[in-house]
């Protein structure tokens, strides 16, 4: 499970001043369920995801992950997460399998497991076809999906996604959206960032609708729809973003 308890990400700049990134923020995702960021570009997502693993350190406030407390034991709740941001970032001379291979060992995985690690991934993937091509020669779909598979490769019980549909075609995003489903229906905690309402619908058992750092509201879609009188999300999205 993920309980963020007032979390809030202050950075201060010399021409701008104080920017609240993430402002007291709290909510909470459970196991078996995915949870979707809702929100423009730069409405404060990304920091929220990584205030949640750990990448950024909290101003204020602070957030359990599968128990265990972000600010005082950041270490151990990497072992728990696969963090998928939206780019990819890859060594393009090792093959898409390699790439799997250092970041499974990274997490201390023993040649047995990464064989049937690797495997698995490769299947709910589709992979197979460029598993052992250097990664310099992929198309971005080919890309995001060596990145998942390296991100996930030592089946974290937390998986936070980052927009890992932005830029791919329909058949790839189609690809990573089931990914994500199944993700779920074996009973992972799933955050995904979005701002593509079609994907909301298709995957998100609660939404949090963000906006300027603040986490404006909150729900099942179908809470949402009735609570703001509109049957379309976007409709409910622009309500709520437009109130402020």
Known sequence: MIEARNFTKIF???????IRAADDISFRAEPGQIYGLLGANGAGKTTTLRLLATLLKPTSGTATVAGLDV????????????????????????????????FGQLNGLSAGELRVRIKRLADDLDMHEFLDRRCE???????????????????????????????????????????????????????????????????????GIIHDGRLLAEGSPME??????????????VKVVGAQ
């Open 12 to 18: 201060r700049d010399k021409k701008r001043g104080e």
């Open 71 to 102: 600010v005082h034991k950041p270490e151990a709740v990497r072992a728990q997460v696969g963090f998928l941001a939206s780019s990819t970032a890859l060594y393009g001379r090792l093959t898409a399998r390699e790439m799997i291979v250092y």
């Open 224 to 237: 949402l729809r009735e609570r703001f009188g509109e049957q379309d999300l976007e409709e409910v999205f």
């Open 137 to 207: 020669k992929f198309s971005t779909g080919m890309k995001q999906k060596t990145s998942i598979a390296r991100t996930l490769v030592h089946d974290p019980a937390v998986m936070i996604f980052d927009e890992p549909t932005l830029g791919l075609d329909v058949m790839t995003s189609r690809a990573i959206v089931k990914f994500v489903r199944d993700c779920r229906d074996r009973g992972k905690t799933v955050i995904y960032s979005t701002h593509i309402m079609s994907e909301v619908e298709k995957l998100c058992d609660r939404v």
